[in-house]
């Protein structure tokens, strides 16, 4: 798949994920409701990107941490709106409803909160605005940097039966639940329906 940023890239994407068999477990979960984006956006070599998030330092829960923008979903609210609204809160980046090109499968944290990743379409993302109260930086990652064979590991602990999931980024390591949602979606464009809910976080991102 070509990485340039594109209309062809995004039909494939869009093509993509239209056919993906994603797993919605809303309605038969009691855990809290959260979304987050991944966004598909420009970088400054005209090649595709993702953009992330470093969490500011002042947060209570996770912070200095990778993130994907995104949060806890206001009652009643459906996953794709809350992910858009937590885009332009914490980056100042106004999306809406036709940008989305499709979701994939509800994630279960350690935290309590099963979260939706929705996969959006940036056309302009440059001139972003980040909440200084909640990001400390955003970052563009190459989409041909998930796409390598060695972008990700997995490892054992002690604490648990499962296996962690690592994504490598600038020497260092994005766990899940963001390096499993990335994961998904590498899969995703390669056309395999990869499953990702048994995939363990870090004991450090289990509160």
């Known amino acids: 798949m070509s990485d340039l940023f594109d209309a062809g890239t995004r039909t494939r994407i869009a093509r993509h994920c239209a056919v993906f068999p994603r797993l919605d477990e809303a309605t038969s979960s009691r855990l809290k409701r959260a979304a987050v984006a991944i966004i598909v956006a420009e970088a400054d070599d005209g090649r595709a990107a993702l953009l992330l998030t470093l969490r500011a330092s002042g947060l209570r829960a996770h912070s200095n941490q990778w993130a994907l923008p995104g949060g806890r979903c206001d009652e009643g609210e459906m996953a794709v709106a809350g992910a ?71 490892i054992t602990i002690p604490e648990s039966e499962r296996r962690v999931i690592r994504f490598r980024h600038n020497g260092d390591f994005i766990h899940a639940p963001t390096a499993a949602m990335i994961y998904q979606f590498r899969e995703v464009l390669a056309g395999r329906a990869t499953r990702v809910a048994d995939l363990e976080q870090p004991v450090f991102a289990w509160k």
Do not use: K, Q
């Not at 499709?102 to 935290?111: A, F, K, N, V």
């Not at 909640?134 to 990700?152: G, Q, T, W, Y």
């Open 84 to 154: 858009l609204r937590e885009v332009e809160e914490e980056i100042g980046l106004r999306l809406g409803p036709n940008d989305v090109l499709g979701m994939l499968d509800d994630y279960p944290t350690r935290s309590g909160y099963l979260i939706t990743p929705v996969i959006v379409w940036a056309a302009d993302s440059f001139g972003l605005s980040p909440n200084p109260h909640e990001v400390a930086s955003v970052h563009r990652i190459a989409l041909e940097n998930i796409m390598c064979p060695d972008a990700f590991d997995f």
